[in-house]
């Protein structure tokens, strides 16, 4: 249609192809017409670069992991990626499945922002080449790029927080769901707080949601001795926290209770609840991930970021 040969099509389709403007204007105009688009995988059959990079996500409904997601994907998008998401909620079969079919698919690179799936699926990835990046796995894994937040200070900061609020008595609100990131503010908070001679408790009733968070309030507030100061290790499990303190057992946050959060989704700045909490710099972990994608390991050496949150002061806590 356009009257060029083959391989002034293929040229024109081409990065750095060399073809003159007019067979190039002809050319996209016959494409147009015809309605013809580059088959990237039929293209990726012949070479190691596809640009699908599959993201491993817990839970798309989380407000903080879809924040996440979004981010990444943006900056995918910006390199000419194409993202291929894979839910991990659940049983390691239905991970196993969605990432062998990435691997059908010749997907470059998993990004696992999760603490599913376990490190056997890790080692499926690498063992057939893809460059793995983990997101705030806990511990190292040979051949993969790891980025991690500084959980334990932030924890141990939230301590130091309520602690100049006059607390004594505190809670932890934890998940049943504990992934390492999870895990390492839980066990930095209670380590700090006996450190100090405070009395904490831990509560887990259910995995890492608003439901979850309104029942440990009623468990804790439910009884006689209760606790002043609560650490919620996301803000998800703070904000059903939160509304279950106020409404069903009228205490007035900071006066009678201080609570403290981690993430910083955007309800935590909503006017009804103003959260203090500790912010992961979401943008900032894209764009890690973005140039680590640009520059795979050498050797299957895997490299280590490490990243700090930012205590975010809001109305939850009590002044000095």
Same mark, same amino acid.
């Given at each position: 249609?356009?009257?060029?040969?083959?391989?002034?099509?293929?040229?024109?389709?081409?990065?750095?192809?060399?073809?003159?403007?007019?067979?190039?204007?002809?050319?996209?105009?016959?494409?147009?017409?015809?309605?013809?688009?580059?088959?990237?995988?039929? &293209?990726?059959?012949?070479?190691?670069? /596809?640009?699908?990079?599959?993201?491993?996500?817990?839970?798309?409904?989380?407000?903080?992991?879809?924040?996440?997601?979004?981010?990444?994907?943006?900056?995918?998008?910006?390199?000419?990626?194409?993202?291929?998401?894979?839910?991990?909620?659940?049983?390691?079969?239905?991970?196993?499945?969605?990432?062998?079919?990435?691997?059908?698919?010749?997907?470059?690179? /998993?990004?696992?922002?999760?603490?599913?799936?376990?490190?056997?699926?890790?080692?499926?990835?690498?063992?057939?080449?893809?460059?793995? !990046?983990?997101?705030? &796995?806990?511990?190292?894994?040979?051949?993969?790029?790891? !980025?991690?937040?500084?959980?334990?200070?932030?924890?141990?900061?939230?301590?130091?927080?309520?602690? &100049?609020?006059?607390? @004594?008595?505190?809670?932890?609100?934890?998940?049943?769901?504990?992934?390492?990131?999870?895990?390492? @503010?839980?066990?930095?908070?209670?380590?700090?707080?006996?450190?100090?001679?405070?009395?904490?408790?831990?509560?887990?009733?259910?995995?890492?949601?608003?439901?979850?968070?309104?029942?440990?309030?009623?468990?804790?507030?439910? &009884?006689?001795?209760?606790?002043?100061?609560?650490?919620?290790?996301?803000?998800?499990?703070?904000?059903?926290?939160?509304?279950?303190?106020?409404?069903?057992?009228?205490?007035?946050?900071?006066?009678?209770?201080?609570?403290?959060?981690?993430?910083?989704?955007?309800?935590?700045?909503?006017?009804?609840?103003?959260?203090? /909490?500790?912010?992961?710099?979401?943008?900032?972990?894209?764009?890690?991930?973005?140039?680590?994608?640009?520059?795979?390991?050498?050797?299957?050496?895997? @490299?280590? !970021?490490?990243?700090?949150? /930012?205590? !975010?002061?809001?109305?939850?806590?009590?002044?000095?």
């Amino acid at each position: 249609m356009a009257g060029v040969s083959r391989s002034a099509v293929s040229r024109t389709f081409s990065d750095g192809g060399s073809v003159s403007p007019e067979t190039r204007q002809k050319v996209i105009a016959a494409a147009k017409e015809l309605g013809y688009h580059v088959n990237h995988l039929a &293209r990726g059959l012949l070479s190691d670069r /596809t640009n699908i990079v599959s993201l491993v996500i817990r839970s798309v409904s989380n407000p903080y992991q879809s924040r996440m997601m979004d981010e990444i994907i943006r900056v995918l998008q910006a390199s000419d990626r194409v993202a291929l998401v894979i839910n991990a909620d659940g049983v390691d079969d239905g991970a196993a499945q969605a990432l062998t079919q990435s691997l059908n698919f010749r997907a470059e690179a /998993t990004v696992v922002l999760s603490g599913q799936p376990s490190y056997d699926l890790v080692d499926t990835c690498l063992a057939n080449g893809q460059h793995v !990046i983990l997101l705030n &796995r806990g511990k190292r894994h040979d051949g993969a790029d790891r !980025i991690s937040i500084d959980n334990e200070g932030a924890a141990t900061e939230a301590v130091r927080l309520n602690k &100049r609020a006059g607390c @004594r008595r505190h809670v932890v609100v934890s998940s049943t769901s504990l992934t390492p990131s999870l895990a390492a @503010r839980e066990l930095a908070y209670v380590t700090e707080a006996k450190a100090i001679g405070d009395e904490v408790e831990v509560v887990a009733v259910g995995p890492t949601s608003y439901a979850t968070g309104a029942e440990a309030a009623r468990r804790v507030f439910g &009884r006689a001795s209760t606790p002043d100061a609560a650490f919620c290790v996301t803000d998800i499990l703070a904000l059903g926290f939160m509304d279950t303190a106020r409404q069903e057992f009228q205490l007035n946050i900071p006066d009678d209770l201080c609570v403290i959060g981690f993430d910083d989704i955007e309800q935590a700045q909503w006017t009804s609840y103003r959260l203090t /909490t500790f912010r992961q710099p979401v943008t900032e972990i894209a764009e890690q991930i973005g140039r680590l994608l640009g520059d795979p390991p050498v050797g299957g050496v895997g @490299r280590d !970021i490490a990243l700090k949150t /930012t205590p !975010i002061w809001r109305n939850t806590v009590r002044p000095r």
